[in-house]
Antibody, heavy 116, light 105 residues
Framework: QVQLVESGGGLVKPGGSLRLSCAAS????????MSWIRQAPGKGLEWVSY????????YYADSVKGRFTISRDNAKNSLYLQMNSLRAEDTAVYYC?????????WGQGTLVTVSS | DIQMTQSPSTLSASVGDRVTITCRAS??????LAWYQQKPGKAPKLLIY???SLESGVPSRFSGSGSGTEFTLTISSLQPDDFATYYC???????FGPGTKVDIK
């Protein structure tokens, strides 16, 4: 069965960096676009970034452009999100998700807290 | 960027009620719209894709309709498991709507 398992979340100070990872299994990872979606505490869903199956097409939300970098390693069935210059407003649960016709599989999420 | 709105923001209903949620896009997105259900502390679940196609395993009481800029999600007979927050999402630039919370009347 399809599984997406995020790791790397935690507490970081404003201006700091964090790298999230997502281990995928149960499907042919290299066939799918993948994404990171976040949800601040008590708030709605916000699309952060997506990456095409080959990695050649990448999109970022304006709120993270220039600070976050998405990447993937198809040989390792893994998705990554490098987050730099973190701000308090980046505090959220970050979900790794598979894109098909809609987002059809989601990880359990990893909490990132940006606070001094 | 395409903006998404949903109405109502909160909906109080009873088991057995027919429930309709509306989602509007700031410009035409053809049928490139999905609907999700989210319960507290859980990841969202895909219900509907391409505006009206039911995701595998989703009960048939859920249906979606619309195209262009106006879309609806209908639950034909609300069940206890359906009390949750519902989000629409356009997959042109992937923006989500703000959500509609369905709670118990």
């Amino acid at each position: 069965q399809v599984q997406l398992v995020e790791s790397g979340g935690g507490l970081v100070k404003p201006g700091g960096s964090l790298r999230l990872s997502c281990a995928a299994s149960g499907f042919t990872f290299s066939d799918y676009y993948m994404s990171w979606i976040r949800q601040a505490p008590g708030k709605g869903l916000e699309w952060v970034s997506y990456i095409s199956s080959s990695g050649s097409t990448i999109y970022y939300a304006d709120s993270v452009k220039g600070r976050f970098t998405i990447s993937r390693d198809n040989a390792k069935n893994s998705l990554y999100l490098q987050m730099n210059s973190l701000r308090a407003e980046d505090t959220a649960v970050y979900y790794c998700a598979r894109i098909a016709l809609g987002v059809d599989y989601w990880g359990q999420g990893t909490l990132v807290t940006v606070s001094s | 960027d395409i903006q998404m709105t949903q109405s109502p923001s909160t909906l109080s209903a009873s088991v057995g009620d027919r429930v309709t949620i509306t989602c509007r896009a700031s410009q035409s997105i053809s049928s490139w719209l999905a609907w999700y259900q989210q319960k507290p502390g859980k990841a969202p679940k895909l219900l509907i894709y391409k505006a009206s196609s039911l995701e595998s395993g989703v009960p048939s009481r859920f249906s979606g309709s619309g195209s262009g800029t106006e879309f609806t999600l209908t639950i034909s007979s609300l069940q206890p498991d359906d009390f949750a927050t519902y989000y629409c999402q356009q997959y042109n630039s992937y923006t989500f709507g703000p959500g509609t919370k369905v709670d118990i009347k």
